[in-house]
Each structure stands twice: as structure tokens, then as C-alpha cells.
């Protein structure tokens, strides 16, 4: 069978150990679903199945079978387009109280899902089986080892998630031990530590591991998983993982710590998310354990697309990227202060942990209020624009950027803009049309029907043209009329598209008479771009941000064919 | 002196221990500030502060005096309007290299800010030394003497900020060493251990705290703080400090470890703001410091302020509030999966780790897709409406309910409209007015002004009005036509007013075509309620949750005062 991390193709890394390897476990499918403002389609979850197969994690938990129809035709589906390397987990409790396993109707959707691999929780914590469940601890304990016989007797493979680990513990050690004990002796090959309240501090998981371990003694191993990282269960081996939530904040720090302390399986989401405050961020989780830390995790070249993969599963996930996350944030390597831009372009190490390359992510140097020269002059060297920290004309830049970052701009995240802004200060912005003006009507019928109109008048080499077109909304119809006046005379327009459309309001509080700022995504098929508009009027912004795209869309078609952008005149 | 941290005023606590107090040392308007995408004015700074004062902090970093106009201007107002207890700390670098610290201009606004305590950070790492100030080894040493005694000299009391302190440790121990020899020799009150770059890892921040505590030994105070936390520095007793950064995601747990350690002062920010991934997030380490690990910290009072004040914070600078923080998220303690809403409706402890009272959070019961019918009962009984489980109403809700968010709809941030959906399916939803169609026309002239005006037309009471309004934009139009139209027959109306207004777009990949949730807060002065509405029409979807926020408003009124509501036909 294929080894899910690739360990033999990791080329040699510098922190390289001898430190076991250690199993990921994704479960942004199941847990990651609980989190509030989260929802994905059967397709999303498709598609970010097949992403994680390819980062190399070697199982993806994919949901409740039977809990809801998604869940159920999710593993159908898989069946159709197999993952190339993960192993496909589906995920349910231990049977319910007072009956058999083989007669608990929830088993039977599990078994049908087809999976090699189960994924299996019970109640560590006795508050839980007296309060939750109602029921007594004997009881729990057959329903712990009935489930996991069963399970085995149809050759699945447990992996046993102990909820409410740390707490259970804490109340009562030897009662959560036994719960554990069942779970060996019934079959499980991983017993998962979980601190499923998220309450529990690093120290707390390295003290209760290591008690685990002292009590279970030769019944757990240890050593390194080699090249079969214990996923098929031949040997009665039974290893330990952790999942952690981060109701505390330390939900990453305490994976490492159960790590450190012998277990060998990681259990987490991508962005961390999950219900409350999420579950151990994977993206955070995975760079500390192999760059930091010397356990090897993913081949290299799989590290490298955890940015991506990071930023795809935000948009299937409809969720907007968190910029400041560690590691793969947008901001995570973005330099503002002046002092540290200088310093950080002489030698990187003075102000980055580790090289943004590593893991896909690149160093910013961000403009912004507190810009100073030397950010400019970065900024400008990107764009392949010459200029001088002497010439006036990069003081005009510097201070103009000022003065309309006070209006509400915010050219951070609108490059394009900036360049534009940088191109005209310097007498270097080409004049591609001229606009003269919008109107756009929107009317609404009784039933909430609304028809939408808008009109320019625009001129472009010397002829003027008044163009109306429909649309689903206002920008949609501003945006249809701009293309139908311009792209006889710019063909390249035809291949612009919009890819996204950003609306914040600043200054919140003044309700609808707030100003708006707009962020609209072009792209040419091949490269993306943003562009901003500031408004209290939010068509009047969109309407900015729209015509600069186009423009610098223009701009960058006239680079590279100047006839094909219209400029043969 | 006052107390900054107010420990007398502590009343007992169940983990009371005999650990020492831990001074709190904000520095979100300095370090925050670096954060991307944040902006704050004086104003913003002089509001934040004094919300840090209340909240019980010990030491306010404000700014460093000099390096821009708002800094200085900060530190004049604070001196016109003092804080009550905190003290205001001013921020600046070591002198340069090469002159005399009596010589360096930095040095001026720095003393002329008034402050009583100054934060000087100096370099710990070689590298930063030769690379980044490239000077001498000496010479660097030099620099921390020379300021520090200058600063003691005009009897400022000095907390040295020791700059890549783990970094700088690991790269070369012994002078590091003696940077940190250096500043307790010129008299400094504290020694912060910084880990500027944010890549240093728990254990590591414990090994490296037991380090320098055997180096130092006795020429370090590590006893309880008493009634006197160090902050005058009478008897020489010089203590250790931490300040993280979260670029590896542990910036809480690398906090906590020093401390535990044996640091007695934790530096952070409100929220975590700070450059890149952001500096330790104080809503965070408090409350662990103070509930889990039985460190005095707040008096119990002020800890329940904490929620309040991160969100307070985020307002001022205007960042959306980040939802899933730890404690103080609006996701902290939420509850979606059915299973854990009826768990914890019996016994709280059984999936939330503190009581969100203490830290002045709440409990919230979630309405999305994933809601059993527990939810739904739950969320009606807040509204104080009656709703049996058994009756077919409940289950036409949740279908309905699943329905709506099938296309884009989210009730969980508008329980205004969720509401409404209850009433309308119970027949319980007066009917205010009746509304056919409306609309805008916007008009801008070539030099961008954009002129807009709304129409609608509305029966109410019997009367059909067709009412025509101007506004800033397409929303505060209709929003003015509203009212206009229907204040005379409802005077409550008068009171409104909107207090937010959000727009997210819905797969927003599909650009100007994606659908637009907007959420619409409204105020009648006392209460504050939220409504939606979705449309691929950003006006439709405003116009719709505008029309519900007057609905509800009205329908609060008509609860006080069936007259005043103007029901009384």
C-alpha cells in the first residue's frame, strides 16, 4: 500500500531527525463543519477531499454517515473518484445504551459507508455517561468494547477517540483509564486523546501523556512507525494521537505537547477551523512539528502548498482567509515598520522565523500610513518602475498615499491601485478612454422583482459612445456597459473577468451614510489583480474600482502586445 | 501609589493560590499598531487608553514620542486628562551608535513626553547588532548603559525591552547575556524577555527563562510582588517580563511558560493586534493566567469587563471583531451541534470550559443548518414566544429555516429576522404596512458627483403614499423614503436609527454576479437588533433588511406601548 506521507520522498532538511514520523488526520470535513458561519455543499467537500489527498495528509475524516444526507452520499461518491493516497475515515459514537451494537440502527449507515477505517468516540469523563448519556459506567464501558468488536468483526479498522480526555482524567483517572483499557482490548488501533472543551494547558498534556503511557506500558507502542505508520492494525499494535480544540488558545501548543511526550497522530483542520474557537490549525500544526520541531510530516514539496491549500479551503468554505494566521497568512510575512523593511531586505533572518518559501508563502512589504520612503521604493521596485528616493516626485507618492489613506483608502490589499497611483504621479499612466459621467436605475415590481439599467457615455480614440446594458444588479450592469463601449477598440478586454468583489464599511457605526470601500479581483485568465474605490456612495466606489481594473487590465496587455491592447494608433 | 492591579480589591476565588500577582502591560497602541490594516486617530488612542485603565492593566505602552506627530500629541492629552491608575509608558530605541546619549536627539521628545516610566529596547542578538545597527559588539553594549543611565539620571525608571532575546540566546548565549548584565548594571527596573520574531517555541521559552533566572541569581527578584509590584524601583530589584509574538501560533503558551517560569510581567495586546500574526492576545492570557493557573491578574469585577473591552477595542480601530477568539468571541461559547445544545442545557460544565460570566461573555445558542429541534425551542424561548416541539409549526420552521439558508440566508448574526420567520409561521407577525416596489436612480456627472433619488410606494392604515427621497447613496435613500413615509403613522419611528450595516458576498468567485447578504443593525436608543436580507442585488437585499429592522423596531414598541407603536386603529 502507499505510504500517505511520503515519507521516502523527503529530500533531506536541515532540522532532520531521527524523531518518529507523525500521522495527520484531517478533520475540517466533520469538525471543521461545526463552525459557526461555516457551510459546504456535497461538491465542496469533494473538492477539498481531493486537496487534502494531494497536501499528503494521510486520513480525512469525511463526516457522520446517516447523521444527514450530505454526509451519507459524500462516501458514495468517493467510491466513484477515489483519493489518491488518504485514507477516508467516517466518523460516529459508540453504540447507544441499553441495546447491541448489531441491533443499533446508527451503526448501519457507518458500515455501508465503505471506509477501511472508522473513527469511533466514547465518554472518557464520567459527568458525561451519568449526565449526558444517562446511563452507568459499566455500561459504557460494554458500549466502548461491543462497538469496537463489532466494528473489527467486520475488518474495519478503529481508530478510538477519546471525548472529553483531559477533563475525564482529571475527574476520575481510573475510571478514564478504563475507558481506554476497553478500547485496547476490544481492538483500537489508535487511541486519541482529545480535549474536546478545549480547556486544558500544554503542561496539563504533557503531565496526563506521559501517565497514559507509565499506565498502559508495553500495551502502546512507541517506536517509529517506519514505513507502515500503523494504519493497518496486523500487529495489535495501538498507538496514541491528540486532538485539541483551542478554547484557551493553546490548542496548537498542546498538540506539540502531547507530541513531544509519545503521541504519534495529529488531529486537526485546516485554518483551525471548527466549532467555538476551532480545533488545532493544521497549517500552524504541521510547519512547527517538521521545520521546528524535526518530525517529519509531508515531503517538501507538499509543505509547499499548504499556503494554497490553506486559502482554496477558505474559499470553498465561503469563509474570508484570516490574514494574520501563522505561518500561511497574508500578513504572516508582511513588513511595515520602516525600520524592519530595511533590515529585513539586508538579511531576512533578522525579522522571519522561517522562509516564507518553505511553506508557499512570500514576504510583503506592505504601504500603508506608517509607510516610509524605503517602502515606496520596494514597492516600486516590484512593479518595475524606476525611482529614486531624491526625486520629489517619490515624496508626492508617499504623501498623496497619505492623504487618501486618511479618506478610507487602503492600499494593501489593492496593488494595482497603488501602481496606478505611482504611474500617474510620475506622468507615466496611459489615457486608454476617457468616462463622462454613469446613471443607473434600479426598479423593483411588487413581487421584488428588480430590473436593473445602466448607461455611460464614454470616449475612446476620439469617438464618443453612449452605451446602456442590464444587469442582476447595479455593478454587474456598469460593469456590462464599460465592456460593451471599450472592447471593440480593446480586445484584450474579452479574456477580463471579474474573480471577486470585496464591500467594507468604514466608519460602521454611521449606518447607510457610512463610507463604503470597495475591492474588486480582475484577472486575465492568467494573472489576477485588485483595484479600490472609496465612496459613501457604494455604486459611485464600485464604479472606480471597476474602471481601474479594466485599465490596469490594459495595462498589462499593452506590456506584453502592445497592437493586441489597441495602443496601434 | 494606587494599585494598578487592584489586588486588594480581589474577592476570593475558587483557584486562589499563593502565586504571585502578574503585572499586565498593554501595548496595543504601540505594537497593536503595527497590525495590518488597522488604523487608529488620537482620539481612538486617548478612548482605548482609558478603557485599559478601567479594565486594570498596570502599564499603558502609548507610542513613541517623536517618531510621528500623533505619538507626542498622545502623551500631551494623557497629561490633561490622566489615567487613574495605569501608568503611560513611552517606547523608543537605544541611543545611536557612535554619540553620547545626553547627545542623541531621539532622546529629547522621549523625556519631554513626562512620563514617569520609559520602555527602552535594546539589541540581545549579534546578528541584529553587526546586520541591523552595524556597529560593534561594544559598542552595543555601550548603548544600553549609556541610555539607561541617562534615563535614570532624569529619574525615569527603565523597562528594558531585550529585542530577539531567544533568538539572540540560541545564536550566542554569553552576550546575550551580558546585553541583559548590561541594563541591570545601569539600573533597570524590568528585563523583558522578547521573542521578536514569533518563532520560539513553549519549551524552549522555559529552558531559556531557567537559564538566565541561574545566571543572574540573586541579582533577580522572583518573590511576590506584595502590595509594591516593582513599579518603583527603590530597593534596585530588577524582575523579569515577556513579550511574544505569534508567528508559530504559540504566542499564549510561550506567555504562560515564562511566567510560570518565573516571569512577573506579560506584555501583549488587546485582541492580539500586532505586526504579521500578531503580538500575545491579553483577553487570552489573562484569563488563563487568573482562572486556570491561579495567577492574580484583575480584580474580579474588572475581568468581567474584558469581552466588552476587546470588542469596545476593535471598534475603534475597526477591525471586525474576530469571532472564534478564545473567551471573548461571540463564538467562544456558542453552541451548534444538536447533541451539545441539550448537553449543555443540563450541566454547562459538560462542553464549556469556564463560565463565560466570569470573563463577562455569554452562552449563545446557535441557529443554522446543522439545528435540531432543541435550537429552534431554545431560540424561541428567548424570544419569549411559545412553541411546542411536538407541533407541526416547529417543524415547518426548521424546514423553512434549512430552506433559506440553503440560499445564502444566515440567521445566527440576525435573530431580529429569525424572529419574524417564527411570527409569520405562528401567524403572530402584525403587519405593519404593505410595500409595492420601489426605485433608485443614480446619477453622476463626469466630475463624480452622484446624485440619488428613491421612490416607493407604501399603503398603510388605509392610505396608499408614494413618497420620494435623496441620499448619499442607493441604501440611505430608500432608508429616508421609509421613514418619511411612515412616521406620521407611526411615530416610533422617529427613534430609530441604523447603528450598522454589513455586506458580505456569497461566493464571491462569480464577481459582480454573486449573491449579497446584507446585515442591517438598527437602535431605537435602548435596544440594538439585527436583520438580513439576500438578493444577487445588493439594493434588493438592503431594501429587504431595512423593511424588517423597521418591522421589528415597530413591533418592540408596540410590546411597551400598543398606542405610541400606533396600533391603536
Known sequence: MTNPNNREAQSPHPM???????????????????????????????????????????FIEGGWPGANPKDGEFFQRLQA???????????????????????????????????????????????????????????????????????????????????????????????????????????????????????????????????????????????????????????????????????????????LAAIKHGAMMVQGTINGYGERCGNANLCTVI?????????????????????????????????????????????????????????????????????????GNRRRIVISEQSGLSNVLSKAETFGIKLDKNDATCRHILQQMKELEQNGYQFEAAEASFELLMRQAMGDRPKFFALSGFRVDSDSDPDGNVHVVAIIKVLVKGEEKLIASEGNGPISALDAALRKALVEFYPAIAQFHLTDYKVRILNSNDGTNAKTRVLIESSNGEERWTTLGVSSNIIAASYQALVEGLEYGLILAQAKEPIAAGLSQ
Not at 474570508?320 to 539586508?346: D, Q
Request: aromatic content about 6%.
Open 16 to 58: 532532520q531527525t531521527t524523531n518518529q514520523p507523525i500521522v495527520i488526520y484531517d478533520t475540517t470535513l466533520r469538525d471543521g463543519a461545526q463552525t459557526e458561519g461555516l457551510s459546504m455543499s456535497l461538491e465542496d467537500k469533494i473538492r477539498i477531499a481531493h486537496k487534502l489527498d494531494s497536501l499528503g495528509v494521510a
Open 81 to 255: 473518484e477515489p483519493l489518491v493516497n488518504a485514507e477516508v475515515v467516517a466518523f460516529c459514537s459508540t453504540r447507544r445504551p441499553g441495546t447491541k451494537a448489531n441491533e443499533d440502527p446508527m451503526l448501519v449507515p457507518i458500515v455501508a459507508a465503505g471506509t477501511k477505517w472508522i473513527t469511533l468516540f466514547g465518554k472518557s469523563w464520567d459527568l458525561h455517561v451519568t449526565e449526558g448519556l444517562r446511563t452507568s459506567l459499566d455500561e459504557n464501558l460494554a458500549m466502548i468494547t461491543d462497538t469496537i468488536a463489532y466494528l473489527r468483526g467486520r475488518d474495519r479498522h478503529v481508530i478510538y477517540d477519546a471525548e472529553h480526555w483531559f477533563d475525564g482524567y482529571k475527574a476520575n483517572p481510573d475510571y478514564a483509564l478504563q475507558t481506554l483499557g476497553a478500547a485496547i482490548d476490544a481492538g483500537a488501533a489508535w487511541l486519541v486523546l482529545c480535549d474536546t472543551n478545549g480547556g486544558t494547558l500544554p503542561d496539563e498534556v504533557a503531565e496526563i501523556t506521559d501517565a497514559v503511557i507509565a499506565h498502559f506500558g508495553d500495551r502502546l507502542t512507541l517506536s517509529n512507525l517506519g514505513n507502515q505508520p500503523g494504519r493497518e492494525n496486523q500487529s495489535n499494535q495501538v498507538r496514541l494521537g491528540i486532538h485539541t480544540h483551542n478554547d484557551a488558545g493553546v490548542a496548537v501548543a498542546n498538540a
Open 287 to 359: 510547519p512547527n512539528l517538521q521545520l521546528k520541531m524535526g518530525y517529519p510530516c509531508l515531503a517538501e514539496t507538499q509543505l509547499q502548498q499548504l499556503t494554497d491549500v490553506s486559502r482554496q479551503v477558505s474559499e470553498l468554505v465561503n469563509l474570508a482567509p484570516y490574514e494574520h494566521a501563522p505561518f500561511v497568512g497574508l500578513s504572516a510575512f508582511a513588513h511595515k515598520g520602516g525600520i524592519h523593511v530595511s533590515a529585513v531586505k539586508r538579511n531576512p533572518k533578522t525579522y522571519e522565523h522561517i522562509e516564507p518559501e518553505t511553506i
